[in-house]
Nanobody, 115 residues
């Protein structure tokens, strides 16, 4: 069963940057559309960015122009470059497949943006 290990989170000031990484297991990674999701305290988990197997990307409006998703199929890894971070970006960030996420969510990585 596919597994995901997220890393790269931390505490940054408003306007700062972070780069998240997600290492996925399994030989079929390159065929899947992958997404970065986030869950803020008291809120539902939401998809913020996705990247298809061929590299086409899509973003939720709140992060357009600030976040960039990319992937390295040779390394089974998906990245999320986050610039111009805002306090409302504070959340636990997860990666998973899209549109049907695996039930096997990783532990996520905490991103905290201070004002």
């Amino acid at each position: 069963q596919v597994q995901f290990v997220e890393s790269g989170g931390g505490l940054v000031q408003s306007g700062g940057s972070l780069r998240l990484s997600c290492a996925a297991s399994g030989s079929s990674f390159r065929f899947y559309t992958m997404g970065w999701y986030r869950q803020a305290p008291g809120k539902q988990r939401e998809l913020v960015a996705r990247i298809a197997s061929g590299g086409v990307t899509n973003y939720v409006d709140s992060v357009k122009g600030r976040f960039t998703i990319s992937r390295d199929n040779a390394k089974n890894t998906v990245y999320l470059q986050m610039n111009s971070l805002k306090p409302e970006d504070t959340a636990v960030y997860y990666c998973n497949s899209f549109p049907i996420p695996s039930n096997n969510w990783g532990q996520g990585t905490q991103v905290t943006v201070s004002s």
